[in-house]
């Protein structure tokens, strides 16, 4: 914002964004896309390091009936605790983005878990927060909940 005085009058003058600051949408949705495969492959090979990649150390995971879980020992306790339910592989489906600038966007989807031999154990909705980093877009607030209780 600039103010700007001239003969004792006060004007104000906003200064817009430049969009070009602003990241192409299917780019961030193609980014978004691939760390939500990286999610489901976490489950599918058994490898806590995968899913601890998907989130920035200082992410929250918001889980329904449970306390948030914060930073990366919140994220390891949930992924630990989801894998021993029998959790072996997840699809996320991007509905819509929301709020894109060049640091954060919101995206709404729904998702499917599945147990071993690819059975389906149940279905929800979510938000995540996305957040720009030095090593792409990362989940920094996630939060959702089933359609029903899981299998």
Not at 78 to 93: M, S
Request: aromatic share 12%.
């Amino acid at each position: 914002m600039v103010i700007t005085a001239i003969f004792g009058i006060v004007t104000t003058n906003y200064a817009k964004a430049s969009s070009a600051t602003v990241p192409d949408k299917d780019s961030v949705r193609a980014a978004i896309s691939g760390v939500n495969k990286m999610y489901g492959e976490a489950y599918l090979k058994g490898d806590s390091s995968l899913f601890l990649d998907c989130y920035t150390p200082d992410g929250c995971i918001m889980a329904a009936n449970a306390p948030i879980l914060s930073g990366r020992s919140g994220q390891l306790l949930f992924y630990k605790a989801a894998y021993k339910t029998g959790i072996r592989n997840i699809l996320f489906t991007t509905v819509e983005l929301y709020g894109l600038t060049e640091e954060y966007v919101t995206e709404q989807g729904v998702y499917e878990l599945f147990g071993a031999n690819n059975q389906s154990l149940g279905k929800g909705k979510y938000l995540v927060l996305w957040k720009k980093t030095a090593a792409g877009w990362k989940m920094h607030r996630d939060i959702f909940n089933g359609d029903a209780p899981v299998k």
